[in-house]
């Protein structure tokens, strides 16, 4: 990931940036986790809320393929199971965990 480039994207600084995503990653863990237990006592009004809330953190930060995942998963939630949609949200949990490492060096 081009660091500079997204934060250029965004009219802010690199620092702002890496500020932005460490804050993203700390708090995305927990969201995801939370999402994925309102997924498995099929709360789907939370669960949408919470997807959504994720979703506009990853468009706001310009990670689009993150942004592309939570359209997957948007789309799961009308079509898949809960395991199956529990499985995928444990794909992104893992694509944060990348991040985190890529980020961190």
Known sequence: MDIRKKADSLGIDKNEYNQLLKLFIKTSAKELADLQEAVK???????????????????????????ARCQILENLFTTATANEIIDYIQILILDIDNLKRHLCG
């Open 41 to 67: 006592i099929n709360d789907m009004e939370k669960s949408n809320r919470l997807l959504h809330s994720f979703k506009g953190a990853v468009v706001n930060l310009g990670l689009n393929d993150f942004a």
